[in-house]
Nanobody, 122 residues
């Protein structure tokens, strides 16, 4: 069993910045991929960014160059620095953990956080 605790988010003006954090807890040995997805109002969930245990990252086209993802493997934490925010960044942001290996070396299913709302206003 894994719990994902998200923090950050809230409201920001266009052009501003926000930071999201997510920490996974449980009997975890390692998590291969951690990342953020978002669901804008009335739209489907989409990739924001993922980062692998080796530090390699991928970004969605709409956030590339504006958002930066990072992680602390020892703390099972993933962070998302969001800069130059746009109105279209308004969404519920979800933390994701995939490729989970538990302390007994068994493999786990992907987990999702509860989501945190980011609202960008003009």
């Amino acid at each position: 069993q894994v719990q994902l605790a998200e923090s950050g988010g809230g409201m920001a003006q266009a052009g501003g910045s926000l930071r999201l954090s997510c920490t996974a807890s449980g009997s975890i040995f390692m998590i291969s991929v951690m990342g953020w997805y978002r669901q804008p109002p009335g739209k489907q969930r989409e990739l924001v960014a993922i980062i692998r245990a080796d530090g390699s990252a991928e970004y969605g086209d709409s956030v590339s160059g504006r958002f930066t993802i990072s992680r602390a493997n020892a703390e099972n934490t993933v962070n998302l620095e969001m800069r130059s925010l746009k109105l279209e960044d308004t969404a519920v942001y979800y933390c994701n953990a995939d490729g989970i290996i538990y302390s007994d070396y068994s493999e786990g299913l992907p987990y999702w956080g509860q989501g945190t709302l980011v609202t960008v206003s003009s």
